[in-house]
């Protein structure tokens, strides 16, 4: 995600525009300090490799991954055009990850991280500062492209039923499991299809109890219309993977269509979902999703003719050298959103149905953001994605960081 949109020489020219905007944006004194703080965050992760192992599925035995204790704390400003309140603090938590995707925290304030490429599982201890890889999902693959071990998400009832969730790229599939850590890991919905991008992959409870997955069209466009696929589609459902009497359409999983490849899902206090999105040349998007409503793709990019009110369009849209939005989390009444491509974190202001850009945060430090999710102390988990084969690693990488808003 994030990836190539355009062809050849046309990609390059882009990203060597992208990097020597980020470049004239930070002052050399600005630079060398993150170069120092990095440098401190690469050899404190050296030091605090652990070896604990721990319940594995279908992989070599687990151990601990990096870890920083909190050395580096980086002020985030209050930008041009944003008031002090925006402003906020960056510090690391954990190093040494390998493209963490999903986030899930359980109750108690303990954290679940998906690693894509390996499959593996990592849990961070509330206040231990330490990432235990405690399970693998050994039938995730990832062949090169988007796919892998993706969504994560903590049942409602954890506390009861001690299930978790995951949107799993396999050798023939996208599907969505279930487990208990350690545990058989079951399918609850296959057969969707795969593809080397767009494969979509966040998953996350509403306030209704029920799971919602974003499902890309696997740059296949028409299948975002194809009122026969859940490709390309934000899907509803059971716990137990079934349909809810109240979707849309009996008997379907089928939420809204015409995506092309959702990967940020968040509600607002009033119980509204919010969603990002890719787009391919033009316009990134942020959408208000309603049930049964069709954006547009690929018969509209952005805002656009909405065909007599066929089709709704975005509320927020970027151009897509600045952003590739992925993970989304919204606090107080406003979304906040991963950027890869525009490697920062986005901000939108919510009023009720209506929704503004914000001035951005983060703009090149940490290179590509992937997931962004709240915490339960409010604070926001930010994840890096620089070794997915896009990015340019740093010592370190990948990390999480939590960023406080103030």
């Given at each position: 995600?994030?990836g ?5 020489a ?20 600005e ?18 490799c652990?070896g ?22 980086v002020?985030?400003?209050a ?14 938590l ?35 500062r ?10 995730a ?13 903590a049942?409602?009832a954890?506390a ?6 995951a949107?799993?790229?396999t ?36 306030p ?13 466009a ?18 137990d993977?079934s ?14 269509l ?9 509600w ?36 656009g ?20 939005p ?6 107080g009444?406003?979304?906040y ?52 084969g ?17």
């Amino acid at each position: 995600a994030g990836g190539p949109r355009r062809c050849g020489a046309e990609r390059v020219l882009a990203r060597r525009r992208h990097v020597c905007r980020a470049a004239a944006a930070v002052s050399t004194a600005e630079m060398t300090r993150l170069r120092m703080a990095m440098a401190v965050c690469g050899t404190a992760a050296l030091a605090a490799c652990g070896g604990t192992s721990a319940t594995t599925t279908g992989a070599a035995p687990a151990r601990d991954t990096a870890t920083v204790p909190v050395t580096v704390t980086v002020t985030v400003p209050a930008t041009p055009g944003a008031s002090a309140a925006a402003a906020g603090t960056v510090r690391t938590l954990v190093t040494g990850l390998s493209v963490p995707w999903g986030v899930a925290f359980l109750p108690g304030g303990d954290a679940l991280v998906g690693e894509r490429n390996s499959g593996q599982i990592v849990r961070i201890t509330k206040g231990a500062r330490r990432a235990r890889r405690v399970m693998t999902i050994g039938s995730a693959y990832n062949d090169g492209g988007e796919g892998g071990l993706l969504g994560l998400a903590a049942s409602p009832a954890y506390a009861r039923d001690h299930l978790v969730y995951a949107y799993v790229t396999t050798r023939t599939d996208n599907r969505i499991v279930r487990f208990r850590l350690g545990g058989p890991i079951r399918p609850i919905l296959t057969g969707l299809r795969r593809g080397t991008l767009h494969d979509g992959g966040r998953i996350a409870f509403g306030p209704d109890g029920k799971l919602y997955a974003g499902v890309g069209e696997t740059a296949d466009a028409p299948l975002a219309q194809d009122p026969g696929s859940r490709n390309g589609k934000i899907l509803r459902m059971n716990p137990d993977g079934s349909a809810p009497s109240d979707n849309p359409t009996k008997g379907s999983l089928v939420y809204s269509l015409g995506h092309r490849n959702v990967q940020g899902l968040a509600w607002d206090a009033k119980g509204r979902l919010w969603e990002s999105e890719f787009g391919q040349n033009r316009f990134d998007e942020v959408n208000l999703i309603q049930p049964g409503h069709n954006y547009g793709w690929p018969v509209v990019e952005g805002v656009g003719d909405t065909a007599g009110g066929k089709y709704t369009n975005p509320l927020v849209t970027w151009p897509t050298n600045e952003a590739s939005p992925s993970g989304a989390a919204i606090v107080g009444n406003t979304m906040y959103i991963g950027a890869l491509q525009g490697q920062d974190v986005l901000r939108v202001r919510l009023s009720g149905t209506s929704a503004r850009k914000l001035t951005p945060w983060l703009a090149g430090r940490f290179g590509r953001l992937r997931t962004v999710v709240r915490a339960p102390d409010g604070a926001l988990w930010v994840t890096t994605s620089n070794r997915d084969g896009r990015g340019a690693p740093r010592a370190g990488d990948d990390r999480i960081l939590r960023v406080t808003v103030r």
